[in-house]
């Protein structure tokens, strides 16, 4: 086509002159205009397989590293040149590939902190039996005196397991679960707690004060709610000392409903605050393992009341006491 329009453009001049161009100078124009749409072709299609190349190559790359992921090689990233949609899709794989790499490492420390919490009774359940096999003259005593240590150290585990169990439950837990949720009186929630959690707190010498006047009706699974509040309340009466008060105080705002859990005990250092929520972690682990504690209620709480699109707040200082606050939506069509 750029060859005929040059002839005819070439054929149109020289007719305005009045003259016609001889045969051979319009054989000259046609060649010349032949060999550029030529090399025109020649160097479009060079940068069209260029370009196609790099796209493959691109492409390559990343389906490689998808794979390797899908292998279980953690950690992978790609190279990201451009901003175009290819560059896109490698930026979205860099941010899945990120966040997988954080669930795996969490999945590797849950194994490893479970696995030891595990260990500890196991052990010391072993270390007392063998005491019992390995002395014939054993008096009597004694041996009531390691089956009852032993048979602590059972209900430890079978603390432990239970509230694994309880993660793994809150774990799998999808929109699906909505289907679940009825309208409950949160102040029944809490007065069960209260008269639950009285005994004990009697039984170590501190006040357990309950202020819930007003009926507040919400949307929630009554189960995952109770052992949520219940953990943190039990949390509270654990770290307080003896002779010290827990008091438990039930708030209804305009869209929302606050439990405050308010304790005078050891309270909780500014840089242990963010942490306590994390699964095994307890702020002293001398005090958590002569109360009984795994550092799993806390995570359990905080988990059920995510669940209840609700959040947990913390203020705390050492020496001073600590005070949590639930706070879940209201239902907003009564």
């Given at each position: 086509?750029?060859a005929?329009?040059?002839?005819?453009?070439?054929?149109?001049?020289?007719?305005?002159?009045?003259?016609?161009?001889?045969a051979?100078?319009?054989l000259?124009?046609?060649?010349?205009?032949?060999?550029?749409?030529?090399?025109i072709?020649?160097?479009?299609?060079?940068m069209?397989?260029?370009?196609?190349?790099?796209?493959?190559k691109?492409?390559?790359?990343?389906?490689?590293?998808?794979?390797?992921m899908?292998?279980g090689k953690i950690?992978?990233k790609?190279e990201?040149t451009g901003n175009d949609?290819i560059?896109?899709?490698?930026?979205?794989f860099n941010?899945?590939s990120e966040?997988?790499?954080?669930?795996e490492?969490?999945?590797?420390e849950?194994?490893s902190?479970?696995?030891?919490?595990?260990k500890?009774?196991?052990?010391?359940?072993k270390?007392?039996?063998d005491?019992i096999?390995?002395?014939?003259?054993i008096?009597m005593?004694y041996?009531?005196?390691?089956l009852?240590?032993?048979?602590?150290?059972?209900?430890?585990?079978?603390?432990?397991v239970n509230?694994?169990l309880?993660?793994?439950?809150?774990?799998?837990l999808?929109?699906?679960?909505?289907?679940?949720l009825e309208?409950?009186?949160?102040k029944?929630?809490?007065?069960?707690?209260n008269k639950?959690?009285?005994p004990?707190a009697?039984?170590e010498s501190k006040?357990?004060?309950?202020?819930?006047?007003d009926?507040?009706?919400i949307?929630?699974?009554?189960?995952?709610l109770?052992?949520a509040v219940?953990?943190?309340?039990?949390?509270?009466?654990?770290?307080?000392s003896e002779?010290?008060k827990?008091?438990v105080t039930?708030i209804k705002?305009t869209?929302r409903a606050?439990?405050?859990?308010?304790?005078?005990?050891v309270?909780?250092a500014?840089?242990d605050?963010?942490?306590?929520?994390?699964r095994f972690?307890r702020?002293?682990?001398a005090?958590s393992?002569?109360t009984g504690?795994?550092g799993?209620?806390?995570?359990i709480?905080?988990s059920a009341?995510?669940?209840?699109n609700?959040?947990?707040?913390?203020?705390?200082?050492?020496?001073e006491?600590?005070e949590?606050k639930?706070?879940?939506?209201?239902?907003?069509w009564l």
């Amino acid at each position: 086509m750029l060859a005929l329009s040059a002839v005819i453009g070439t054929c149109t001049i020289v007719r305005t002159g009045g003259r016609f161009a001889s045969a051979s100078k319009v054989l000259a124009l046609i060649a010349d205009s032949a060999f550029f749409s030529i090399v025109i072709t020649i160097v479009s299609g060079v940068m069209i397989v260029s370009f196609v190349g790099k796209i493959k190559k691109r492409l390559t790359d990343y389906t490689s590293s998808i794979k390797d992921m899908s292998d279980g090689k953690i950690g992978e990233k790609l190279e990201i040149t451009g901003n175009d949609e290819i560059s896109k899709l490698g930026k979205a794989f860099n941010d899945m590939s990120e966040k997988y790499s954080i669930i795996e490492a969490q999945r590797t420390e849950f194994v490893s902190n479970a696995s030891h919490e595990l260990k500890t009774p196991l052990s010391s359940i072993k270390l007392m039996a063998d005491s019992i096999i390995q002395t014939p003259e054993i008096e009597m005593d004694y041996v009531r005196e390691f089956l009852t240590d032993m048979n602590e150290e059972v209900e430890r585990l079978n603390r432990i397991v239970n509230k694994l169990l309880y993660i793994t439950k809150m774990d799998t837990l999808t929109e699906n679960m909505s289907g679940t949720l009825e309208l409950i009186n949160l102040k029944d929630v809490v007065m069960g707690i209260n008269k639950n959690l009285i005994p004990i707190a009697e039984k170590e010498s501190k006040q357990l004060i309950l202020n819930a006047d007003d009926d507040i009706l919400i949307m929630a699974n009554k189960d995952i709610l109770w052992q949520a509040v219940y953990n943190i309340i039990d949390n509270a009466l654990k770290y307080t000392s003896e002779q010290g008060k827990v008091e438990v105080t039930l708030i209804k705002e305009t869209k929302r409903a606050i439990i405050v859990v308010k304790d005078d005990g050891v309270g909780i250092a500014s840089e242990d605050v963010h942490r306590i929520f994390d699964r095994f972690y307890r702020v002293d682990k001398a005090r958590s393992r002569e109360t009984g504690g795994t550092g799993l209620g806390l995570s359990i709480a905080h988990s059920a009341i995510e669940f209840h699109n609700g959040s947990i707040e913390v203020t705390s200082r050492p020496g001073e006491g600590s005070e949590f606050k639930i706070i879940l939506p209201l239902v907003d069509w009564l």
